[in-house]
């Protein structure tokens, strides 16, 4: 029901920037929290950021100052502004959303992955 696109993946050398951004497209009645989650090659998927609908924001610590999430409700967007980018942030990064679907029996919660976007930080 509800789909989840990303795009600005890259290769891009230490101390560079990248922006991602995540559309949202399908049947849906609202989407709550968004986010962009990470994986390493051999480590387990981690949360980089993550935004409310009203814009209440958290970020991993190995991120902080250095990365800024924003969203556009208007158009079901988050974007991930990616600064002074190290060979550690390189993996797949992975864009979230809660929202709320309709279904026979009511509305109930929905969680959405995208298919993930490759992001190479080379030193």
């Known amino acids: 029901q509800v789909r989840l696109v990303e795009s600005g993946g890259g290769l891009v050398q230490a101390g560079g920037s990248l922006r991602l951004s995540c559309v949202a497209s399908g049947s849906f009645l609202s989407i709550g929290v968004m986010g962009w989650h990470r994986q390493a090659p051999g480590k387990q998927r981690e949360m980089v950021a993550t935004?409310?609908?009203?814009?209440?924001?958290n970020y991993s610590e190995p991120v902080k100052g250095r990365f800024t999430i924003s969203r556009d409700n208007a158009k079901n967007t988050v974007y991930l502004q990616m600064n002074s980018l190290k060979p550690e942030d390189t993996g797949v990064y992975y864009c979230?959303?809660?929202?709320?679907?309709?279904?026979?029996?009511?509305?109930?919660?929905?969680?959405?992955w995208g298919q993930g976007t490759q992001v190479t930080v080379s030193s």
């Open positions: 979230n959303a809660e929202s709320q679907i309709t279904t026979s029996r009511g509305t109930k919660a929905w969680n959405s």
């Open positions: 935004i409310t609908r009203g814009g209440g924001i």
